[in-house]
């Protein structure tokens, strides 16, 4: 698992910095939170594939957050991606990929679908589960919570203890069944151990401060909006957007392992000030920089 | 009067080259011709103003040269412009702009206007006129030709040899009306030498090489179309494009005072095998490059 910041400025670029998107590596797919203007670019500087890109999330329709997407779907069709694409985003988003499918001559050379994020959106399979968070900014917006999901470690010693020997037994035992060896029934408790650690990653996109956000955030790599600092707490209240002290304060409180500062201001440059006042309170903080790549904690 | 490569590559971007787009500085104006994905981050990357862009020509509608549009409005409208913004392209310019002016949440703060460019079309101030030259792509587009206009040289020597005195009588001669010396009538004629020199900036679009860029190129900065080299001739024509070579021809055949090549195709980084087979036939070639800046020669 990957992250790569994509874009990490605040509704207008800067020379350092691009609109937001992160992209999420992860096995052999790539998830794209968020696509403002610049991202197809973004994608080929950091050498991520964009025909990996396989789903596609819009927390919100301000244009900074989505303005990547008519270019990503043209250029994907331009080098004759025939794999469906899904996009989420809020209500709207049928009518949005409509308008946005409308721009220009061309033909797009693969199937799109979209989905709705609301409240209770939840994404599952095999391997994580991404649920949408009703965030607190001037338009609908939802953040976005990543978690793998890990089975319980085999515990091989105590296996060949009970007498199983490698092999189909130990795939039925992993997966919940029962196996009977000489007589005896072996439980799946018998043989498994604590449940192995998972990536949780934690996307506030923009927002004031809000519970939703600190009640998921524990053991979590946190992103948070960190538009302003302290000293300009007013315009990020005046804005619907938080200030670097607020993510701070969500990461110390809501148990986050790591926090990254994003959506910044372009008044700030390498962002020091961001930092330092963030780290007085949650000392595992990084203000995202553009085509920065992270591993997650674990 | 200064032009600046904003964007240089041909349909994908690649880390070297942005989409589409020519700003053109001339007195305290900004045009820009094209605005591709990623024109609002280069025209602050290069320390342009977006507030001082008072009119853009789309040359056509593939996405690579419009859809920096609707980021840098919303930028414009974060800002707060005021001014009214003119924007000029071929049939369908209103649609276009109504479906860009559909995206997202966000008020536009100005008054934009559109206005379709034909085979006819002419804009002309007291400065220069810039006019549509129809071209051979795939879809309608438009060349461009800016020309800036200039009066004659004002001979003083022979004004003061022929009695008259500086003043208002000047400017009338300049205008083009004669004057009463001690009951003897001066003309225009007797007191204007030659034209003076304007600039003139020949920009091609997208387009297989054609006869209308040709004759309009005597003495001009011509930007061409140069997505291939010779060796890729044949995708050239089936993509209604330019190679290098092309370019040249046209330079050397149209009386070019220089030539840059432009809309380069990503498989090409700097583009020496470009450089160098269009040198061949035209030496004041030079591949343009993103940001570079450049003072067309008079």
Do not use: E, F
């Given at each position: 698992m990957e992250l790569i910041f994509l874009g990490t400025t605040a509704a207008v670029p800067s020379s350092e910095r691009g609109h937001s998107s992160i992209a999420l590596k992860y096995h052999d797919e790539v998830l794209l939170w968020d696509c403002g203007e610049g991202t197809q670019r973004q994608l080929i500087r950091s050498k991520?594939?964009?025909?990996?890109?396989?789903k596609i999330f819009i927390t919100h329709y301000h244009g900074d957050h989505f303005l990547g997407l008519p270019g990503l779907f043209q250029t994907m069709s331009f080098a004759g991606r025939s794999e469906e694409l899904m996009v989420y985003g809020p209500k709207g988003i049928k009518n949005l990929i409509g308008n946005v499918l409308d721009l220009g001559e061309y033909e797009l050379s693969f199937d799109l679908r979209t989905k709705r994020i609301t409240g209770n959106f939840i994404l599952k399979d095999e391997k994580c589960t991404i649920r949408g968070i009703k965030v607190n900014h001037s338009i609908p917006t939802y953040g976005l919570l990543f978690e793998e999901i890990k089975g319980r470690e085999f515990l091989i010693d105590k296996a060949l203890e009970l007498g199983i020997k490698p092999g189909p037994a130990y795939s039925r035992l992993q997966r919940g069944g029962r196996v009977k060896i000489d007589e005896h029934w072996v439980d799946p408790e018998d043989v498994l151990g604590e449940i192995k650690k998972g990536y949780k990653v934690l996307y506030s996109s923009d927002t004031r401060p809000i519970d939703g956000i600190l009640s998921s955030c524990d053991g979590s790599t946190l992103i948070h909006d960190a538009t302003f600092d302290e000293s300009l707490a007013k315009n990020a209240r005046e804005t619907y957007h938080s200030t670097c002290i607020d993510a701070a304060e969500i990461a110390k409180k809501g148990g986050a392992k790591e926090l990254f500062l994003t959506h910044?201001?372009?008044?700030?440059?390498?962002g020091e000030v961001l930092l330092n006042q963030a780290r007085s309170i949650f000392p595992r903080t990084t203000v995202a920089r553009d085509l920065m790549r992270v591993k997650p904690i674990l």
């Open positions: 991520t594939s964009y025909m990996k890109v396989k910044i201001s372009p008044r700030y440059k390498k």
